[in-house]
């Protein structure tokens, strides 16, 4: 069972985590970035479910596979992963704080669970449909992780699941903890246990260890974060899951990882382009799908996942004509072209509003083209390290040694000057619709730079061959 390295061998078995239950009893699968994969018979039930399998049908990285053809994986096997690494994790803090901790199995059995659920609620095409869809037809918020605590219910009382109530309630809770909904905890709860799976304090899980080795890997790229050291390293203090701060540098390659992700993968402007026109054929299909009522109800939502653009491009019907217009364009590479970014400057970051298509039109100087709104399309890209414009390394605790009784964190003047100073890029994209409006878009673009910063702020100016573009 060893964890991916960057050649793509397995690692040696002193990398392997042995639980110390028997793994015979276990249903097992074989993971291509941990290895062994052991079930066990209560999260069997809850795989064996179609709410659960439908996240075969829910590709990790959304529309990335049309840009890196390998990034195909699923959320299904990344919940597996993080099951895996959440059960291996308080495993190992039992072994070594077990009396100090009074961990048991039904704390064991509760962290595995909802490592394995935590992402049950996602929506299709990763996080697109979300942050970028749902805003558009909503008036409310509606975020995966609450989802996913009401799929979880609806599993439960569907397929006559006997557990704990109490455990049910405790993995509900580790699926918010890190989000908005956050529920506060008792004093008689085991904080540190609500760190593993998604951390709100500070970002540091297991879903990072896994997608992020994951990602990296599908997409073929390299990645030298290795998060078994931080398994091995961690230790409970003050009910804070803590690190040796010799390590700060891991757990700093870990955000920064995770940064590059965003920045190279996830973000990656072609990815974006085909996103945007995603997003424009759900709007357009929205009247007449109704695709957002499905998120209203559960036992409906299960239904919904990534075959839904195969659904709109198959369909003959009338109505969803330039919903299949726009997915052909994608099939046929006609993709929105993109015409050129910037980078916000630092000082600008607090009082930044996103960048709307109306910006862009009202900075066209009269020109032979009248631009509309509707030609354009533009994507505000936030790149952090996950804590916002903080370093997170300053939300960590950090000790001394594993005989140390105090924590710490660890403040910018304390670490390397070769590590960045910004925490947070914002990134203002703009495509065009239409590749004959490239050059009247990029112009109207520019000037609405130079508007508002007296300068241009992008890297390069568009090329001349894509203004000429027809």
Request: aromatic fraction near 10%; proline fraction near 4%; charge should be negative.
């Given at each position: 069972?060893?964890?991916?390295?960057?050649?793509?061998?397995?690692?040696?078995?002193?990398?392997?985590?042995?639980?110390?239950?028997?793994?015979?009893?276990?249903?097992?699968?074989?993971?291509?970035?941990?290895?062994?994969?052991?079930?066990?018979?209560?999260?069997?039930?809850?795989?064996?479910?179609?709410?659960?399998?439908r996240?075969?049908?829910?590709?990790?990285?959304?529309?990335?596979?049309?840009?890196?053809?390998?990034?195909?994986?699923?959320?299904?096997?990344?919940?597996?992963?993080?099951?895996?690494?959440?059960?291996?994790?308080?495993?190992?803090?039992?072994?070594?704080?077990?009396?100090?901790?009074?961990?048991?199995?039904?704390?064991?059995?509760?962290?595995?669970?909802?490592?394995?659920?935590?992402?049950?609620?996602?929506?299709?095409?990763?996080?697109?449909?979300?942050?970028?869809?749902?805003?558009?037809?909503?008036?409310?918020?509606?975020?995966?992780?609450?989802?996913?605590v009401?799929?979880?219910?609806?599993?439960?009382?569907?397929?006559?699941?006997?557990?704990?109530?109490?455990?049910?309630?405790?993995?509900?809770?580790?699926?918010?903890?890190?989000?908005e909904?956050?529920?506060?905890?008792?004093?008689?709860?085991?904080?540190?246990?609500?760190?593993?799976?998604?951390?709100?304090?500070?970002?540091?899980?297991?879903?990072?260890?896994?997608?992020?080795?994951?990602?990296?890997?599908?997409?073929?790229?390299?990645?030298?974060?290795?998060?078994?050291?931080?398994?091995?390293?961690?230790?409970?203090?003050?009910?804070?899951?803590?690190?040796?701060?010799?390590?700060?540098?891991?757990?700093?390659?870990?955000?920064?990882?995770?940064?590059?992700?965003?920045?190279?993968?996830?973000?990656?402007?072609?990815?974006?382009?085909?996103?945007?026109?995603?997003?424009?054929?759900?709007?357009?299909?929205?009247?007449?799908?109704?695709?957002?009522?499905?998120?209203?109800?559960?036992?409906?939502?299960?239904k919904?996942?990534?075959?839904?653009?195969?659904t709109?491009?198959?369909?003959?019907?009338?109505?969803?004509?330039?919903?299949?217009?726009?997915?052909?364009?994608?099939?046929r590479?006609?993709?929105?072209?993109?015409?050129?970014?910037?980078?916000?400057?630092?000082?600008?970051?607090?009082?930044?509003?996103?960048?709307?298509?109306?910006?862009?039109?009202?900075?066209?100087?009269?020109?032979?083209?009248?631009?509309?709104?509707?030609?354009?399309?533009?994507?505000?890209?936030?790149?952090?390290?996950?804590?916002?414009?903080?370093?997170?390394?300053?939300?960590?605790?950090?000790?001394?040694?594993?005989e140390?009784?105090?924590?710490?964190?660890?403040?910018?003047?304390?670490?390397?000057?070769?590590?960045?100073?910004?925490?947070?890029?914002?990134?203002?994209?703009?495509?065009?619709?239409?590749?004959?409006?490239?050059?009247?878009?990029?112009?109207?673009?520019?000037?609405f730079?130079?508007?508002?910063?007296?300068?241009?702020?992008?890297?390069?100016?568009t090329p001349?061959?894509?203004?000429?573009?027809?």
């Amino acid at each position: 069972m060893g964890a991916y390295s960057n050649d793509g061998l397995s690692l040696s078995p002193i990398y392997s985590f042995a639980s110390s239950q028997d793994l015979r009893l276990s249903k097992h699968v074989h993971d291509n970035v941990h290895g062994n994969i052991y079930l066990d018979p209560l999260c069997l039930k809850f795989i064996d479910t179609e709410q659960f399998q439908r996240l075969r049908e829910l590709k990790q990285l959304g529309m990335a596979h049309l840009v890196y053809p390998g990034a195909v994986h699923s959320r299904f096997e990344h919940s597996l992963g993080v099951y895996w690494l959440a059960g291996e994790a308080v495993q190992k803090l039992k072994n070594y704080q077990g009396l100090e901790l009074d961990i048991d199995r039904f704390d064991i059995q509760t962290v595995k669970l909802a490592g394995l659920l935590h992402d049950v609620g996602h929506g299709p095409f990763s996080h697109l449909f979300e942050r970028e869809f749902l805003p558009r037809v909503l008036d409310g918020h509606w975020s995966h992780e609450q989802m996913s605590v009401k799929l979880v219910d609806d599993i439960v009382d569907k397929h006559y699941i006997e557990i704990d109530p109490e455990m049910i309630r405790k993995v509900k809770e580790m699926i918010l903890a890190s989000s908005e909904f956050a529920r506060p905890m008792g004093s008689g709860e085991k904080h540190f246990l609500y760190d593993i799976v998604a951390n709100g304090r500070n970002g540091i899980d297991v879903d990072k260890f896994d997608y992020i080795v994951r990602d990296c890997r599908a997409c073929g790229l390299g990645c030298n974060f290795q998060f078994q050291r931080l398994m091995e390293s961690m230790r409970v203090l003050g009910d804070e899951i803590c690190y040796r701060a010799k390590d700060y540098l891991t757990i700093h390659k870990l955000f920064a990882t995770r940064a590059d992700l965003y920045r190279t993968v996830y973000t990656h402007p072609k990815v974006k382009a085909i996103e945007l026109m995603v997003v424009d054929a759900l709007l357009k299909a929205n009247d007449y799908l109704n695709i957002s009522s499905f998120i209203q109800d559960p036992s409906k939502y299960w239904k919904l996942d990534d075959t839904i653009m195969k659904t709109i491009e198959t369909t003959s019907n009338p109505e969803l004509k330039e919903s299949r217009d726009l997915i052909m364009r994608i099939r046929r590479r006609n993709l929105y072209q993109f015409c050129n970014e910037y980078a916000v400057p630092k000082d600008k970051l607090e009082n930044f509003k996103d960048v709307t298509p109306q910006d862009i039109v009202c900075s066209q100087k009269n020109g032979g083209v009248i631009l509309k709104e509707e030609d354009v399309a533009v994507s505000n890209v936030r790149i952090d390290l996950t804590r916002g414009r903080q370093n997170p390394l300053e939300s960590s605790g950090f000790i001394q040694d594993y005989e140390s009784e105090d924590k710490f964190s660890i403040p910018d003047d304390r670490i390397s000057h070769l590590l960045p100073t910004s925490y947070q890029d914002m990134i203002v994209r703009v495509y065009s619709k239409k590749p004959e409006l490239v050059a009247a878009i990029s112009e109207a673009f520019e000037n609405f730079q130079l508007h508002t910063y007296g300068i241009k702020a992008q890297v390069h100016a568009t090329p001349e061959k894509k203004k000429r573009r027809l």
